[in-house]
């Protein structure tokens, strides 16, 4: 694959992070890797907090941020500025592929996936 490894990798732990961010302590992160002659696809899912079609929509725009009821319980600041989906999504469109996210909605997990080119 000719990919630039740094950005790759900033999709990455963007997406992991998230997935931790936003799943229960005893709840579950999956990560699959699938390919064949055309693409590499990583998907990530979890058994997290869930999003609604709404929140789909505009998750990877600048600034777009969810409220997670986890914040609650964590005591702590989740620290998000709302750049790290938008940032990704531009990474792996300047990498010729596609990111996107897909839930059943709240309290019902997430999965986020993105497919590039196999060159």
Do not use: C
């Amino acid at each position: 694959m000719n990919i630039d490894e740094s950005r790759i990798e900033l999709v990455l732990t963007n997406l992991i992070s998230n997935a931790i961010k936003y799943t229960p302590s005893k709840g579950k992160i999956n990560i699959k890797i699938k390919s064949d002659d055309k693409f590499a696809q990583i998907i990530i899912k979890d058994t997290g907090v869930g999003l609604t079609k709404k929140e789909i929509e505009g998750l990877f725009k600048k600034f777009s941020r969810i409220e997670s009821p986890l914040k609650k319980d964590l005591d702590i600041d989740l620290g998000s500025t709302g750049l790290g989906l938008f940032i990704s999504k531009e990474i792996i469109k300047l990498h010729g592929g596609e990111i996107w996210a897909e839930s059943e909605g709240k309290g019902k997990g997430s999965t986020f996936i993105f497919k590039i080119p196999v060159i």
